[in-house]
């Protein structure tokens, strides 16, 4: 997460600048996409069922924002409660790498829904989506971890999933809040490849 931190932590005060419905909504998006880069992947080791209650708790998490957008919605307790179940603790095998760390931007995403502080979880919410992301691409583009700084600072320039999910959160963010550039954020676009 070295080349996300320096790419999209920066942007961090811009993040928090955002009003919260707008923070949420970014959270979602790229919680939502990062989800659809990683369903298939996922089906491959995750049970159908708990997919389909992080799937449930997005597309709730989609409902609450387009509600919000009329009057103040409440976000029921009962998705988060549900993911809690079967979100894995430090101690459980991994099912797949990526997923915990989903799991998590899903739950941070919920706890901004129901009313947590959205400046302190947002980048919470981006990170872990960010990271789901960057496991699965490592399993998926190389051959064993990547443990040094420098390797994954490598991984991380050269994962064409890595990059898209970059540009994708930046894009998002240029959307909600157009006074910046996607291409500013990316180092004037000699950071990765079109």
């Known amino acids: ?18 009003q919260p419905l ?66 894995p603790g430090e101690d459980d095998p991994v099912l797949a790498p990526g997923w915990g760390q989903i799991l ?14 959205t400046k302190e979880l947002i980048m919470d919410c981006l990170g872990y989506a960010y990271q789901g992301v960057m496991e699965m691409a490592i399993k998926l583009e190389s051959k064993g971890a990547k443990t040094t700084e420098r390797a994954l600072r490598y991984f991380e320039k050269t994962s064409p999933h890595c990059a898209a999910e970059m540009r ?13 550039t996607v291409e500013s954020a990316l180092f004037g676009g000699r950071c990765f490849p079109s």
């Not at 080349?3 to 600048?17: N, Q």
């Not at 659809?36 to 992080?54: I, R, T």
């Not at 931007?105 to 009313?115: E, P, S, T, V």
Request: glycine letters at 4%; charged letters at 30%; aromatic letters at 10%.
């Open 1 to 18: 997460m070295y080349v996300w931190l320096d790419i999209v932590g920066r942007e961090e005060k811009r993040i928090k600048r955002l």
């Open 22 to 87: 707008q923070r949420i909504a970014l959270a979602v998006a790229c919680i939502d996409h990062a989800f659809s880069v990683m369903d298939e992947y996922l089906a491959a080791y995750v049970p159908k069922q708990s997919l389909g209650m992080a799937k449930q708790a997005i597309e709730a998490l989609w409902e609450f924002l387009a509600a919000s957008k009329k009057k103040k919605a409440h976000f029921s307790d009962d998705y988060a409660d549900e993911l809690q179940t079967i979100n």
């Open 104 to 117: 998590d931007a899903i739950l941070r995403a919920c706890d901004m829904a129901r009313g947590e502080d």
């Open 168 to 180: 994708f959160q930046l894009e998002c963010l240029h959307a909600l809040e157009p006074e910046g």
